[in-house]
């Protein structure tokens, strides 16, 4: 057997994993701020808030499911390039139930629309940064979590219903 003295305790992962109706929600924190929200199969355990900050998390996360319309209020320190980070700023701008294309994005950052779609896809704090908000032209629903189709599309999909976006428009 391996003795492993001298060697610090692993944290845990995640400060907090929420189940949600479309994925179990893994909540990093850093400090004083929130650095990630991760999509994880539903047959995750959840796991109580080790923090003051999961706990806040997971409580905003509750009212948003509850109502669509609830504004996050948490500090956020997402890791990303400033590129990502800009695009990350504009995209809490886009109203509740609208969304706005991957082009529209661009257009507006001065930029291409598959740097927004990677930008996007590279978003680690997904749902409170509203990524989901952001489609392909002509009403497709384009990628979310860095892919087009399977679970991640549904549950964006979800995300889009739950705040009352119309498809088809």
């Not at 479309?22 to 909540?27: D, E, P, R």
């Not at 320190?77 to 661009?106: C, H």
């Amino acid at each position: 057997m391996r003795s492993f003295v001298g060697q610090a305790p692993r944290a845990p992962v995640f400060a907090a994993k929420l189940r949600t109706p479309f994925a179990v929600l893994g909540i990093r924190v850093s400090g004083s701020a929130l650095t990630g929200v991760e999509y994880l199969p539903l047959s995750e355990r959840a796991m109580a808030p080790v923090n003051a900050l999961a706990e806040r998390t997971c409580r905003q996360i509750e009212r948003f499911l509850d109502d669509p319309l609830f504004r996050f209020t948490l500090p956020l320190a997402p890791a990303g390039t400033a590129f990502r980070r800009r695009v990350w700023d504009a995209l809490p701008a886009i109203p509740v139930g609208e969304s706005r294309t991957y082009g529209e994005i661009a257009r507006q950052l001065g930029s291409a629309p598959r740097a927004i779609g990677g930008a996007c896809g590279a978003n680690p704090i997904a749902l409170i940064i509203p990524c989901h908000r952001v489609v392909g032209s002509q009403g497709s629903l384009g990628g979310f979590m860095g892919v087009t189709e399977g679970n991640p599309i549904d549950i964006k999909r979800w995300l889009l219903t739950h705040e009352g976006y119309r498809f088809g428009r």
